[in-house]
């Protein structure tokens, strides 16, 4: 595998300064019904404006409850067992892609499993995980196994395909509008790109105790805010990529999902939406007064195991 992915290094095309520009702030294209855009998010329990969106705050914008509790009271809660797997997954797979794809170094996949199990330890030796019913031994060496396959088998099947990796953990920050005071930022995991064809695809490494539904993916929004950076810098993108692992028995699911231009403008429509609700609920019932729950009961994370504020949700205390 080492040496195909070294070989694959030496022709891979640098991300351009163009790719990367264009990468930068947009004009906002407006939805087709009038809303007034807060200027600025609401203030933080310590007097702070919140400059952005991020990635992770974008998964907690469509409930105001798990919203106001993590984003603006900081109680994060504990981390479950999936957040560390996929954290831990994820380091490893991008330290070796990085060395043999992006510059042409030789890493082995027994470096890549060492690093996985460095973040392991690091992690619960400064964190609380909720492993819940499972053993922590046991769900690192699942872990280890998903990461093991994906390296073994899934990029070079990748590279095998004429794709080239040219970006890992690429950022991208979009303004709604001009005189906005907040943004909205995001990482795209893998960026690759296809010579002879031209076209880009995104990919994201999932690694849960279960693998994501087809249907979630088509439905994603952080997908969905990618596939829109994408299409704003003007690249030819090919699809996003969800490669979903179930770490209990180890099998992968490989989720191609579009967008269409239709959908990538709902998306920015309910951004705003949301945004325009919790500054509502900021002003109306300020910090310290529990904002309602969403409606969305259909999210992943709207359950015990992936709501770290279960305990504060009127959900929580009747399940
Ligand atoms: S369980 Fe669902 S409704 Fe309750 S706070 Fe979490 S995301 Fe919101």
């Known amino acids: ?32 019904f009038a809303m007034e855009m807060p200027v600025r998010l609401p ?26 509790q993590r984003r603006l009271l900081k109680k ?3 981390s479950s067992v999936d957040l560390l797997a996929g954290n831990a997954g994820e380091a490893g797979i991008e330290a070796m892609l990085d060395a043999n794809l992006l510059r042409g170094q030789r890493m082995s996949i027994a470096d890549a499993l060492d690093i996985v199990d460095d973040v392991w330890v690091k992690t619960l030796r400064t964190e609380y995980v909720d492993f819940r019913d499972e053993r922590p031994s046991v769900a690192r060496d699942q872990v280890k196994v998903c990461v093991r396959h994906y390296l073994k088998e899934v990029v ?45 695809q995104f990919r994201d490494t999932k690694i849960r105790r279960s693998d994501m539904q087809a249907w979630r993916a088509h439905r994603d929004r952080q997908a969905s805010l990618y596939v829109s950076a ?33 959908a990538i403008t709902e998306t920015w429509a309910t951004v705003q939406s949301a945004v325009v609700q919790i500054t509502t609920f900021n002003d109306r019932l300020g910090l310290h007064t529990p904002w309602p729950m969403t409606l ?10 992936y709501c770290s504020v279960w305990s504060a949700c009127p959900r929580g205390q009747v399940a």
């Open 156 to 200: 070079p099947s990748i590279v095998g395909a004429g794709w080239r990796l040219v970006a890992l953990q690429h950022g991208f920050n979009e303004y709604l509008a001009p005189h906005l005071r907040w943004s909205v930022n995001g990482v795209i995991d893998q960026v690759w790109h296809h010579p002879e064809t031209g076209l880009y």
């Open 43 to 68: 203030q933080d329990i310590n007097g702070r404006h919140l400059p952005v969106l991020s990635k992770s705050a974008m998964e907690d914008i469509w409930c105001p409850l798990r919203f106001q």
């Open 296 to 305: 969305d009961h259909e999210h992943w994370r709207c359950s015990q195991a």
């Open 76 to 78: 994060y809660g504990h």
């Open 1 to 32: 595998m080492a040496a195909t992915a070294v070989a694959a290094a030496a022709e891979a095309p640098e991300l351009s300064d163009e790719f990367v520009q264009r990468f930068q702030p947009i004009r906002f294209e407006p939805v087709p």
């Open 230 to 262: 994408a299409h704003r810098a003007g690249l030819l993108l090919d699809a996003f990529y969800f490669d979903s692992y179930n770490r209990k028995i180890g099998t992968l699911k490989v989720l191609r999902t579009t967008r269409t231009a239709r």
